[in-house]
């Protein structure tokens, strides 16, 4: 599923509809036509108007205007699109509190590549700040109400970038709990699976206390949080494609 195959974002266009012109060949923008069975006129002007301004922002690769235009049940379907410029973040932290508690380590994972700040060191606004620059899509589990607040609150920056949070998209596919739940879930496997988040407090005190080693233990937690976030994607969209679209757009 490729935004292109989408024809939700336009009004009185909801699931049963889209999926009325995928049934009648209508599989992407390309295939639209203003006689279309199973659309209305007004309804065949919207979408019309709707791939005439979306055309030039996939160009550009305008992912937020994606985010915009999609309802939020729906934004997994920029994955695929924007799966290139995805950014997958996962932090640890002391605590449950943005006000009052602390971010220990950030774990962003891109290009095949993880980067991983640690507080008191070279975690800092200005790190952030670079590491995120240019970020096509933000890719998190429950970071729409944790790690996105909780870095903004301590580090006074702005993440407002388009954001896929995969535990949304993850009960939309039938998966609940947490990540590590939903992990075992489907298969994805961990080489320190006896960790938890409360294991990762307790490591950053015992690093705090001078144990190196302690600190070693959680960054490996962490980067591992992070890079399994693209698994899981892959997964989730995958099942919500299938659900949505019945197969692959050409198939």
């Known amino acids: 599923m490729r935004v292109e195959n989408s024809f939700i974002p336009v009004r009185g266009v909801g699931e049963t509809t889209e999926r009325r012109l995928w049934d009648c060949g209508v599989r992407e923008w390309d295939d ?3 006689d279309v069975d199973g659309v209305g006129p007004t309804t065949a002007e919207r979408i019309e108007a709707f791939i005439d301004e979306a055309r030039p922002r996939l160009r550009e690769r305008d992912s937020a205007y994606f985010a915009r235009t999609f309802p939020d049940n729906e934004r997994w379907r920029l994955y695929e699109t924007f799966r290139d410029d995805a950014c997958f973040l996962d932090i640890e932290t002391t605590g449950l509190d943005h006000h009052r508690d602390t971010v220990t380590t950030v774990s962003v994972y891109r290009d095949g590549e993880t980067t991983t700040l640690v507080n008191g060191d070279t975690l800092t606004a200005g790190a952030l700040e670079e590491t995120f ?22 580090f006074d920056v702005d993440l407002d970038y388009p954001h896929l949070d995969l535990m949304y998209a993850c009960r ?15 298969g994805i496997e961990r080489d320190r699976p006896d960790l938890s988040g409360r294991d990762a407090v307790r490591l950053w005190r015992e690093y705090e206390r001078g144990d190196s080693e302690a600190l070693d233990t959680l960054v490996s937690y962490n980067r591992e949080d992070t890079v399994n976030l693209e698994s899981l994607a892959e997964q989730v969209t995958t099942r919500l494609d299938e659900r949505a679209f019945g197969a692959r757009p050409g198939e």
């Open 32 to 34: 639209f036509h203003a």
């Open 133 to 154: 620059a240019d970020a096509g899509l933000l890719v998190t589990f429950n970071g729409a109400r944790f790690d996105v607040p909780f870095l903004e609150t301590s």
């Open 172 to 186: 939309s596919a039938g998966l609940t709990g947490g990540l590590k739940t939903v992990e075992k879930e489907v």
